[in-house]
């Protein structure tokens, strides 16, 4: 139990933070030292012994939100080249709420290199593996002319997923995989891009139809 006695109650110039000595022994104070600015957005407080400091988070792979954009009946969504940028060399997109206009429709991923000037539609290896509710069955899919994230019997079901991209800036190929769902069936995409020049724009669109509703939510992924 704590008391109130000379030890508990030591006193010390203002600012001074209290450093406990151990059990019978009376308090110490010490003196950190706090950042004089609030430091950049984002910063966490670090400690060197002494002081605090506003540093960078290393956070390796931890997502950094960028852009979110949300489809109201559109003819399709693009991520620009002000958030797709040699930042990062890694992204994830998060899809919630995808609907189609019609059915038996595919949600298409195109990728530019001139920020949205035209759009690659050759090259592609997409290729995806789907298997539904209840059912051993594995329904295959290859597509060389967009990267196929989504392909769907009704548009009544609601698409829902994680999409990750590497190597957009590097260059490197680059590469996708995805892991979809809509309405009980799991969907697992893999996909190349034999191209070397760095991917600064993406694109989403429905096959031949509007996107009635959709969230698609682009994060830089941190790697060191």
């Known amino acids: 139990m704590v008391t109130n006695s000379s030890i508990n109650l030591a006193t010390a110039a203002s600012g001074k933070l209290v450093q406990a000595q151990g059990i019978g022994v009376a308090n110490g104070f010490t003196t ?4 004089s600015t609030a430091g950049t957005s984002g910063n966490v407080l670090t400690s060197d012994g002494t002081n605090w400091n506003s540093t960078s988070s290393s956070g ?21 080249s002000t958030f797709i940028t040699s930042a990062y060399n890694s992204y994830a997109i998060l899809l919630t709420n995808y609907v189609p206009a019609n059915s038996a ?3 298409e991923m195109q990728w530019s ?36 994230m989504l392909w769907q019997t009704a548009n009544t079901l609601i698409g829902e997923g994680w999409i990750y991209l ?17 309405n009980g069936n799991s969907i697992i995409l893999a996909m190349g ?25 682009l994060f830089g992924v941190k790697e060191s």
């Open 113 to 148: 290199v001139d920020n949205g000037s035209s759009y690659v539609t050759t090259g592609y290896s997409s290729g995806t593996q789907q298997i539904g509710f209840s059912s051993a069955a594995i329904t295959n899919a290859n597509v060389s002319t967009y990267n196929i």
């Open 166 to 182: 590497y190597s957009l800036q590097d260059g490197n190929p680059a590469t996708t995989n995805a892991y979809m769902a809509y």
């Open 193 to 217: 891009f034999n191209s070397t020049t760095s991917v600064n724009n993406i694109k989403f669109l429905s096959t031949s139809v509007n996107i009635t509703s959709g969230k698609f939510t």
């Open 32 to 35: 950190a030292t706090y950042p």
């Open 105 to 107: 429709t595919n949600l």
């Open 60 to 80: 390796v792979g931890a997502l950094v939100f960028l852009q979110s954009q949300t489809a109201t009946n559109s003819a399709s969504l693009a991520f620009s």
